[in-house]
């Protein structure tokens, strides 16, 4: 046996960097990384850079795979439906959801208890909805009153201590701009409160204890960094750029928060 040339290792964790869909959930003590691409979901041990290809019988396109924090599955998506696999990749798919009727399941976000999925109808609009892991049935997200749909929303994320929802969306005159700054929704009891409205916010995260959100909002020219309470309260900035913007946000269980800026 040998030992890889210190190039090939660079040049494939290089093209790593440049796979289409990175799926940012630790698995376990975070030493397994799980992403997907093309129509493949794989694993890497991050201790011996060694990976393996899920074994799925894959039907039409993969539409997203992610894995909920703390927890031994997979979700993925394909023409046919939603589907979860347990993490030893030996054990067989099982059914969630059926494809809709028209259309297809995208997944979004997910903790252990729910998943977050847009619809994505034919005519390209979009429902976004959620289901219970443990319950076959697609659910679509409480509006706010007078609201019709949420658009293209500018990103999602589901509280990991609850079943609450924190939607962002644009204040820009496109026709999909439904429902713009930040609305929280119990999924549970329906209930939505818009806590900051009339803004262009993007990328909502939850803090691990859920007791913050943090994201991106347009200032000006620029867009910084904000944390607010999920009751609206205690809206502060924690950047002040004059120009670019930020393109990611993640909560570190150590309740470091990381960001990429463009």
């Not at 297809?104 to 909805?129: F, K, M, P």
């Not at 867009?223 to 950047?239: C, E, F, K, Q, V």
């Amino acid at each position: 046996s040998g030992k890889a040339q210190s190039n090939a290792v660079a040049s494939s964790w290089a093209l790593a960097e440049d796979m289409i869909t990175l799926l940012s959930h630790p698995i376990g003590d975070g030493l397994t990384l799980i992403y997907s691409l093309g129509n493949n979901i794989v694993g890497v041990d991050m201790i011996g850079f060694t990976s393996q290809r899920a074994s799925l019988n894959i039907v039409g396109d993969l539409h997203g795979a992610l894995t909920p924090p703390n927890s031994d599955l997979i979700l993925y998506s394909d023409d046919s439906g939603v589907y979860t696999m347990s993490l030893d990749f030996c054990s067989s798919s099982e059914e969630l959801l059926p494809a809709p009727q028209t259309g297809i399941y995208q997944l979004r976000r997910a903790n252990n208890d729910v998943v977050i999925i847009s619809q994505i109808n034919e005519d390209q609009t979009t429902t976004l909805g959620w289901a219970y892991l443990e319950r076959r049935r697609f659910r679509e997200v409480a509006l706010p009153a007078g609201g019709e749909s949420y658009g293209c929303d500018t990103g999602v994320d589901i509280s990991p201590v609850a079943n609450l929802l924190v939607v962002s969306g644009s204040n820009t005159d496109a026709a999909c701009n439904r429902v713009p700054g930040l609305t929280v929704i119990d999924l549970e009891e329906d209930q939505v409160d818009r806590i900051l409205t009339d803004v262009t916010a993007f990328n909502p995260v939850w803090s691990p204890d859920g007791s913050l959100i943090a994201f991106a909002m347009v200032d000006g020219e620029a867009a910084n960094l904000y944390l607010i309470n999920p009751d609206g309260s205690g809206l502060r900035a924690l950047t002040s750029f004059t120009s670019g913007g930020i393109n990611s946000l993640a909560w570190g269980q150590d309740n470091t928060l990381f960001y990429g800026r463009n």
